[in-house]
């Protein structure tokens, strides 16, 4: 189902769109596609911290599209009250003299020693470009999931916002809480569901689950926490 989303370069646009992924880690579906491209492109800057949810997403879709870009089709996207950018045109450099060019690469192959020894700074220079490499590597490698949890209370005079404050405690690398909200369950208890972002390296969440979030002390506000949806980014 397609989705429309108006003036975006306005607060109010901004804070339509970080309703809208309250619930959501993308503009459509369970992985990023061409409909995340077009509003990301859409918005002028980054949105700002206040945004929660708009800034989370906006900032995750630009990673992918510096590693290893977005190939998901979408449903499709609608943005009114945003013109698009228009491609440049570039001119065509003009012709350089081919006996001018000629003597230059002549010139210039008078100035290459091909077997010259390599310097302490070339060294330097390719060892670092190695090591970028390798980094590089090892972070496409390292996978990301968005996942929402259920968290319980153990009735309707459990103090919630102590309750989040429990959950948002546990710190650890790979781990980056998200957005959350309180949503009803029935005779006046209410859950708390909050997303979060893991490496799926160093963050186990049956694990977080297990030893963190359902023993002391968190056990006295939380009596269970079930895993709502998990979506590999």
């Not at 945003?82 to 010139?107: G, L």
């Not at 429990?166 to 710190?171: A, E, N, T, Y």
């Not at 029935?186 to 997303?195: E, H, R, T």
């Amino acid at each position: 189902m397609a989705v429309t989303f108006f003036d975006l370069g306005s607060l109010s646009g901004v804070k339509k769109l970080d309703e809208y992924l309250l619930t959501r880690s993308y503009i459509s579906g369970y992985q990023a596609s061409k409909d995340d491209i077009v509003v990301h492109a859409a918005l002028s800057k980054p949105p700002s911290a206040d945004f929660v949810n708009a800034s989370r997403w906006y900032h995750h879709i630009e990673a992918l599209l510096r590693i290893s870009g977005v190939s998901g089709d979408g449903s499709g996207v609608t943005i009114e009250g945003f013109a698009p950018v228009v491609d440049e045109t570039i001119a065509t450099p003009p012709a350089a003299d081919s006996k001018a060019s000629a003597a230059a690469e002549d010139d210039d192959d008078d100035d290459v020693d091909l077997f010259g020894e390599e310097t302490e700074e070339e060294k330097k220079a390719a060892e670092e470009r190695a090591a970028a490499v390798k980094t590089s590597a090892k972070k496409k490698e390292s996978g990301k999931s968005s996942v929402l949890l259920d968290v319980k209370p153990w009735d309707d005079e459990t103090d919630m916002k102590k309750l989040e404050e429990c959950v948002r405690s546990i710190q650890m690398e790979g781990l980056l809480w998200g957005a959350s909200k309180l949503v009803p369950v029935g005779y006046g208890i209410k859950k708390l569901q909050i997303m979060m972002t893991i490496v799926d390296d160093l963050v186990s969440v049956d694990t977080l689950i297990e030893d963190q979030l359902t023993v002391e002390p968190m056990n006295e506000y939380i009596q269970s926490c079930d895993i709502a949806a998990f979506n590999k980014i």
